[in-house]
């Protein structure tokens, strides 16, 4: 699995889980699936792994999408 934010992206302030057979984009804010599906397995562990390093993934969004910062 990969997390990825990527720049110049569109709103609402989202991440990408990656794996070998899904994707699917997450709000920051909620941790809320906004579009695509992943096994449940991957999904426990990408957000259980968003939940606890939040912070890091703001920063992210906030460093590659100077255009729409986040809290």
């Known amino acids: 699995m990969v997390i990825t934010v990527y720049g110049n992206d569109h709103l609402p302030p ?3 889980v990656l794996s070998p057979d ?8 909620t941790l809320a699936v906004l579009a695509g599906s992943l096994p449940s397995r991957i999904a426990r ?3 259980a792994w968003a939940a606890a390093n939040i ?3 703001r920063a992210e969004w906030n460093r590659i999408n100077p255009r729409f910062p986040i809290a």
């Open 14 to 16: 989202h991440f990408h």
């Open 22 to 29: 899904a994707e699917a984009l997450v709000e920051i804010a």
């Open 45 to 47: 562990e990408a957000l």
């Open 55 to 57: 912070d890091r993934i």
